[in-house]
């Protein structure tokens, strides 16, 4: 009799302890995470200009994410190289290329000695179309994709950005949707490799914006242009025949009121933050050189800052009159380069040249085979990177660390050339000073052999006219949270963009992406 008894107590001690923990739920509902995370990315977002045209901005865009919101000030990226598809996947991934895969939006790949591009497929069966952009290559899990692992795929995750490598990059491996806009005819187009493609409303807006598209296609007349596939050959034959005249629509201003409106309809359409299992938008905006000049004229970068405020005004009110403010985050913030304009220091009587990547790669061989005996040891290069042949240099049964070496040893030599790396070295070496060069180099995609030129020269490939483009990194950028439970403070610490998806699972209360190695902001 007294089992039973026992038995009964404690069935009365556990509904009393059930019932504590519904009071203690519904007495903090505020703690609850978000219901939708809207991840803004500003391609080439500078806090110089985003400070000095601040009179110019309305009260519902940057100026209340300024005030209202939790501004690092001091944010970087660390790693070099920076471009678009790097730098939206560090923050997608909470970490470096060295880690995550993803170093540029092109390099050579060593199956086929070809140009490839960061989102190309070459071997999966899983998407339907021969070119179609993937994240085959990014090789550990993104924000979104751990908000999918742990909502059972429950979450939605969706990127609207403005090239297939940052829509792509952001969205991860299990998103539900990536859409970015067509250089050549302004219309929203996607990845078949996700669920959601060009069917339903995403074809239906594409109906209804023909005005805006136009807009978008007359900004700046048709041009030359070489097309980009992930089987390019290195040669001036093959480069040549890819060039076209193609329609190319102008990054312009109102391009991010197109991406706005877009993303607005995303959230609608799907139903973002619609239940109480928290979704993700990723948004990219473009704040480069809008007007393919100098941008040097300060009207230009007004103009251009001015129509960004609008676009994320827009983009933040829709988005919290649907929501409601207190369940969304907001997260802004840069790639973190600047691509700077082509100077001609020879005019001004500073110290400048040209390092012609073709003729130092045929130096080196012509070096090497001097050697070692005659061979084609050099089997690729791009920008300022030089991949040797290894099948070679293993048959001829030579120490590849060596042939490294020795390859450093002439190419420093060359005019323009301040240091050579090898992938050796900069696998290996403990230099606190390479630590960027490091971290933005990944063993296998990048090259055997990296160039860093002289200040005021650049690289030149007289083969298929291509020239790495100038990039500033020496300026300051914000990472901005705003909404939810988030209070106003300015913070000046230095904190970097791989801190972003920490901090956005530590408020989902989720696992971090899986290669993340910084703590969360805070």
């Not at 519902?60 to 996947?89: C, H, W, Y």
């Given at each position: 009799?007294?089992?039973?008894?026992?038995?009964?107590?404690?069935?009365?001690?556990?509904?009393?302890?059930?019932?504590?923990?519904?009071?203690?739920?519904?007495?903090?509902?505020?703690?609850?995470?978000?219901?939708?995370?809207?991840?803004?990315?500003?391609?080439?977002?500078?806090?110089?200009?985003?400070?000095?045209?601040?009179?110019?901005?309305?009260?519902?865009?940057?100026?209340?994410?300024?005030?209202?919101?939790?501004?690092?000030?001091?944010?970087?990226?660390?790693?070099?190289?920076?471009?678009?598809?790097?730098?939206?996947?560090?923050?997608?991934?909470?970490?470096?290329?060295?880690?995550?895969?993803?170093?540029?939006?092109?390099?050579?790949?060593?199956k086929t000695a070809r140009k490839t591009s960061c989102t190309a497929d070459q071997v999966s069966l899983l998407t339907p179309r021969a070119n179609d952009p993937t994240p085959v290559n990014l090789l550990v899990s993104t924000l979104g994709d751990e908000m999918k692992i742990a909502s059972q795929h429950g979450s939605k995750v969706f990127s609207v950005a403005l090239t297939a490598d940052a829509a792509v990059m952001l969205a991860g491996h299990c998103a539900d949707g990536a859409f970015w806009i067509d250089p050549q005819s302004a219309q929203w187009t996607a990845s078949n490799f996700y669920q959601k493609r060009l069917t339903d409303w995403p074809a239906d807006f594409n109906r209804q914006q023909t005005a805006q598209r136009k807009k978008l296609l007359s900004a700046q007349p048709a041009k030359t242009v070489s097309k980009k596939t992930s089987g390019q050959r290195n040669d001036a034959k093959k480069d040549s025949s890819r060039q076209v005249k193609?329609?190319?629509?102008?990054?312009?201003?109102?391009?991010?009121?197109?991406?706005?409106?877009?993303?607005?309809?995303?959230?609608?359409?799907?139903?973002?933050?619609?239940?109480?299992?928290?979704?993700?938008?990723?948004?990219m905006y473009y704040a480069g050189d809008c007007h393919a000049s100098t941008f040097t004229n300060q009207a230009q970068i007004a103009e251009t800052y001015k129509e960004i405020d609008n676009a994320i005004a827009s983009l933040v009110s829709g988005i919290e009159q649907r929501v409601g403010k207190s369940n969304v985050l907001f997260v802004v913030t840069s790639t973190g380069y600047y691509e700077e304009p082509v100077v001609d220091y020879s005019q001004y009587n500073i110290p400048?040249?040209?390092?012609?990547?073709?003729?130092?790669?045929?130096?080196?061989?012509?070096?090497?085979?001097?050697?070692?005996?005659?061979?084609?040891?050099?089997?690729?290069?791009?920008?300022?990177?030089?991949?040797?042949?290894?099948?070679?240099?293993?048959?001829?049964?030579?120490?590849?660390?060596?042939?490294?070496?020795?390859?450093?040893?002439?190419?420093?030599?060359?005019?323009?050339?301040?240091?050579?790396?090898?992938?050796?070295?900069?696998?290996?070496?403990?230099?606190?000073?390479?630590?960027?060069?490091?971290?933005?180099?990944?063993?296998?995609?990048?090259g055997d052999l990296v160039l860093s030129v002289s200040p005021g020269w650049n690289i030149y490939n007289e083969e298929t006219h291509e020239q790495q483009k100038a990039k500033s990194y020496g300026f300051q950028f914000p990472i901005i949270l705003y909404g939810a439970d988030v209070k106003h403070a300015v913070v000046t610490s230095p904190v970097t963009v791989e801190q972003i998806s920490p901090t956005v699972s530590k408020h989902l209360r989720i696992r971090a992406p899986n290669a993340a190695r910084k703590q969360s902001l805070y």
């Open positions: 009799m007294n089992r039973y008894f026992y038995i009964l107590f404690i069935s009365l001690l556990a509904a009393a302890e059930a019932d504590a923990q519904n009071v203690a739920v519904q007495g903090t509902k505020n703690d609850a995470p978000s219901k939708l995370v809207v991840n803004i990315v500003v391609d080439q977002l500078r806090s110089d200009y985003l400070n000095h045209n601040m009179s110019r901005y309305g009260a519902n865009g940057f100026r209340k994410l300024l005030t209202q919101g939790m501004v690092f000030e001091n944010a970087g990226v660390p790693f070099l190289p920076v471009d678009i598809a790097s730098a939206t996947a560090a923050i997608s991934t909470a970490t470096t290329p060295r880690y995550n895969g993803i170093p540029s939006e092109e390099w050579m790949s060593r193609q329609t190319v629509y102008a990054k312009s201003p109102s391009v991010n009121k197109y991406i706005t409106d877009f993303a607005l309809k995303c959230v609608e359409a799907e139903n973002l933050g619609g239940d109480n299992v928290p979704d993700l938008l990723n948004v400048s040249g040209t390092v012609y990547i073709n003729r130092t790669a045929n130096l080196l061989n012509m070096y090497l085979s001097a050697i070692y005996g005659q061979a084609h040891y050099v089997e690729a290069f791009k920008d300022n990177q030089i991949y040797l042949d290894h099948k070679l240099i293993e048959r001829k049964r030579l120490h590849l660390k060596e042939v490294l070496e020795r390859s450093k040893e002439m190419l420093v030599m060359s005019d323009g050339v301040s240091d050579a790396y090898t992938s050796f070295g900069l696998h290996s070496s403990p230099d606190a000073e390479m630590l960027k060069i490091k971290n933005g180099f990944n063993i296998d995609v990048c």
